[in-house]
Structures are given as C-alpha cells and as structure tokens.
C-alpha cells in the first residue's frame, strides 16, 4: 500500500473513533463530577421568570452565577457565605430592592423539613453572608433577586452538603388546616397545573380571627411554594384587591399561582404577628386537573384578601 493510501485509512479510522466519541457522549450526557470542566464551569441557561413553577433550578442564568464559597457546612449554626457573579465574572454590588430586601433567601432540606427564609448581608467585596441552622443532609438554597444592571428577577439555587448522619423525615400528609405557635391557618384552593389558581389563607388565633396582622417584608405574609424531589422554586404573588379599597390585616390572605406541573408540593406562608413571624406549611398535591390541599379538585370560596404585597 502507498504512503498516501496509508494516510488515508488511518485518518478515516480516526474519524470512526472521534464519531463513536461524540454519539457516546450524546447518550450519556456531560459528566460533572468534581473536578470536571462541566463541574467547574456550568453552562449558561436562561433563567425562568420570578414565579415560574421551575425557579431555583439552575445555578446560572441570563449569564449571572450563584456561586458558594464552600458547599459543605457542619451541622449546627453555621455561616453561609456566597456571591452573585455577572456576566463579566465579577460579583455583582448593585441589585434592586424589591419588598424591602436587596436579596431574598430561601434554604430548606431536601426532605423539606428546616425550611427557612433568610436575608443576608452584602459586604463590600460583594460576598453576601447569613448564619443558618443546619441539620444533616443536602440542603437547596435558592437565591431571589434583581441585579440592577439586568433590570428583572432572577431565582437561582445551588445544593449544601451537611456533614452528619442523615434521618429523612416523611412528608406530612395533605391537611386543609396548619397548626403553628398557638395559630390555626386555613387553606381554601390550591395548585393547578397547566393554569393560574388561588389560595386563600385565613390566620385565626384561640378560635378568633386573626385582624392586626403586622407587615413583614412589606407585606402581611410571603408565600413560597417548593415542590418535591427536585425542589424547584414556585412563589405566587398577592391577589389585586378591589379597586378602592386599602389593604387588610388578616384574616384573609389570597395569592395568585403561576401554572404548576404535576406533583406534590410543600407551602410555606410567613406571616408576623404579636411581633414574631411564624410559619405555617401545607402540603399540596397536584394532579393534572389541578388540586386543593386535601388532593381533590376545588376552587377558592373564601373572601379574597391582598397577600404578599400589601
């Protein structure tokens, strides 16, 4: 065989094991254990709209990054130190205020039990710092926020790994009244998948209304939603009240939700009273028709109130 026939096979045979390569490669997908360029370097995903039923699932978006210091903490109080990078990979000082906070942080274990809202403080090098109390497991942290440069919402989320023995918590079964701190808090409505839905709240205290709610955040209560398995990040908003008229104290408090997929799902409503804020959670199932919390399908029958921004 002459030299350049020889050439000729073996670039050919070359170019069969580079093809191979890239349809392996195709089927498995990246691989991002530590270490690896995917690991080091996540690609770059627009970000879904703040409120989107899939918020908090990536760690990038719209060429902005959540990036922690460290994604391993002890159990116990511990401090959690992290950044928002900008498209230029420099971390990001100027964000909007949006009800009352530069940034909104919401952590939580991956059973959803610890849930807790949290508002750290940004340090002049542009590292945001909070202390959390941690129980062992992999914890979400989602990030809620508005870079100034970017003029609209971002929701990104990263994992936490706590060093300890992990005792998973079942899901508490769906229940259409929540008990927490001497407070009963009724849910009306739920989730629906493929629509817009409501939920109404009603916070009573000792068999009696609840009416001299206190604002936190702004507000008269802030509710998340975070739905099982992959904890993606849902955060309805308040119900507009009728024209005219001002905002109410309790005990109604009606939200509206963005469409969600199919699933259960774990909410979580702060709310301030008596100058403590207290949180009650439900959890939702939805079916593709769309749920109540006790898993049938329903629609809301109590007096609308103004939620999450009055």
């Known amino acids: 065989m002459n030299t350049p026939l020889k050439l000729g096979v073996v670039a050919l045979g070359l170019g069969a094991v580079f093809a191979a390569a890239v349809g392996v490669g195709l089927v498995v997908g990246p691989v991002d254990g530590p270490g690896s360029p995917a690991a080091a370097t996540p690609a770059a995903a627009p970000a879904p ?17 959540l990036e922690p210091l460290e994604d391993r903490l002890p159990a116990g109080t511990a401090s959690l130190a992290f950044r928002v990078l900008g498209p230029d990979g420099a971390p990001v000082a100027d964000y909007d205020v949006e009800h009352v906070e530069d940034l909104h942080l919401v952590a939580a274990r991956r059973d959803l039990t610890g849930y807790q809202r949290l508002h750290p403080e940004l340090g002049p090098d542009g590292t945001w710092r909070v202390p959390l109390e941690l129980t062992p497991g992999s914890w979400r942290v989602v990030a809620d926020f508005t870079p100034s440069a970017l003029g609209r919402n971002l929701t990104l989320g990263t994992d936490l790994q706590v060093a300890g ?41 000792d068999g009696r209304p609840v009416t001299d709610l206190q604002p936190y955040l702004g507000a008269y209560g802030i509710l998340v939603a975070l739905r099982t398995g992959d904890l993606a990040y849902l955060h309805p908003h308040p119900a507009e009240p009728p024209a005219g008229t001002a905002p109410t104290a309790g005990p109604h408090k009606t939200y509206v939700a963005p469409a969600a997929s199919p699933g259960t799902y774990r909410l979580f409503l702060d709310f301030r009273h008596d100058d403590a804020v207290h949180t009650a959670a439900f959890t939702v199932r939805v079916d593709p028709g769309g749920v109540g919390p006790d898993g049938d399908a329903t629609a809301p029958d109590a007096p609308a109130g103004h939620g999450h921004g009055d």
Do not use: C, I, K, N
Request: avoid cysteine; charge should be negative; aromatic fraction near 6%.
């Open 49 to 65: 709209p703040s409120g989107a039923a899939d918020g908090g699932l990536a760690v990038t978006g719209s060429g902005y990054v």
């Open 165 to 205: 023995g992990y005792d998973p918590q079942p899901l508490p079964e769906p229940a259409a009244v929540a008990e927490v701190d001497g407070y009963s808090v009724a849910l009306t409505g739920g989730l629906a998948a493929g629509q817009e839905s409501e939920l109404t709240f009603s916070v009573s205290r």
